[in-house]
Protein backbone atom coordinates (compact mmCIF):
# COMPACT_ATOMS: atom_id res chain seq x y z
CA UNK A 1 0.00 0.00 0.00
CA UNK A 2 2.51 2.49 0.78
CA UNK A 3 4.61 1.86 -2.46
CA UNK A 4 1.09 2.74 -4.27
CA UNK A 5 1.10 6.06 -2.08
CA UNK A 6 3.78 6.71 -2.98
CA UNK A 7 3.83 6.86 -6.26
CA UNK A 8 0.40 8.60 -6.53
CA UNK A 9 2.51 11.51 -4.22
CA UNK A 10 5.07 11.02 -7.47
CA UNK A 11 2.57 11.00 -9.91
CA UNK A 12 0.52 14.66 -8.57
CA UNK A 13 4.13 16.28 -8.32
CA UNK A 14 4.92 15.76 -12.00
CA UNK A 15 3.67 18.80 -13.51
CA UNK A 16 3.41 19.58 -17.01
CA UNK A 17 4.13 16.04 -18.84
CA UNK A 18 4.31 15.62 -22.55
CA UNK A 19 2.40 12.33 -21.43
CA UNK A 20 1.57 9.73 -18.46
CA UNK A 21 -0.11 7.25 -17.38
CA UNK A 22 -1.34 6.58 -13.74
CA UNK A 23 -2.88 2.99 -12.66
CA UNK A 24 -4.11 1.32 -8.94
CA UNK A 25 -7.06 0.93 -6.54
CA UNK A 26 -8.38 4.98 -6.79
CA UNK A 27 -11.82 5.56 -6.25
CA UNK A 28 -13.79 4.17 -3.45
CA UNK A 29 -16.86 6.76 -3.26
CA UNK A 30 -19.36 4.57 -5.02
CA UNK A 31 -18.78 2.29 -1.89
CA UNK A 32 -20.59 3.34 1.42
CA UNK A 33 -18.37 1.31 3.97
CA UNK A 34 -15.08 3.07 2.11
CA UNK A 35 -13.39 -1.05 1.66
CA UNK A 36 -13.83 -1.37 -1.94
CA UNK A 37 -12.10 0.48 -4.67
CA UNK A 38 -12.07 1.06 -8.27
CA UNK A 39 -9.02 -0.33 -10.39
CA UNK A 40 -7.94 2.18 -12.90
CA UNK A 41 -5.28 2.76 -15.39
CA UNK A 42 -5.14 5.49 -18.16
CA UNK A 43 -2.53 6.84 -20.47
CA UNK A 44 -2.91 10.31 -21.54
CA UNK A 45 -1.23 12.34 -23.99
CA UNK A 46 -0.78 16.31 -24.06
CA UNK A 47 -1.71 18.08 -27.14
CA UNK A 48 -0.31 21.74 -26.49
CA UNK A 49 -1.96 23.38 -28.90
CA UNK A 50 -5.42 22.29 -27.32
CA UNK A 51 -3.98 23.13 -23.90
CA UNK A 52 -3.17 26.83 -24.60
CA UNK A 53 -6.78 27.06 -25.73
CA UNK A 54 -8.27 25.77 -22.57
CA UNK A 55 -5.50 27.90 -20.79
CA UNK A 56 -6.96 30.85 -21.98
CA UNK A 57 -10.45 29.95 -21.57
CA UNK A 58 -9.52 29.26 -17.87
CA UNK A 59 -7.79 32.61 -17.82
CA UNK A 60 -11.04 34.30 -19.17
CA UNK A 61 -13.06 32.58 -17.25
CA UNK A 62 -13.68 35.51 -14.89
CA UNK A 63 -15.09 37.48 -17.70
CA UNK A 64 -16.91 34.52 -19.73
CA UNK A 65 -18.73 33.17 -17.27
CA UNK A 66 -21.04 35.90 -16.48
CA UNK A 67 -22.09 36.09 -19.81
CA UNK A 68 -23.71 32.76 -19.85
CA UNK A 69 -26.83 32.05 -20.14
CA UNK A 70 -28.12 31.00 -17.00
CA UNK A 71 -28.75 32.86 -13.75
CA UNK A 72 -26.21 34.36 -11.08
CA UNK A 73 -27.36 32.20 -8.51
Known amino acids: MEAHKDSQ ?3 IEDKGPNG ?6 IETY ?7 AYYEAFVAIVDK ?6 KQLA ?3 EVI ?6 PKE
Open 9 to 11: RQW
Open 20 to 25: ESNQGW
Open 30 to 36: IDPENIR
Open 49 to 54: EQSKMF
Open 59 to 61: DNS
Open 65 to 70: IPKLPW
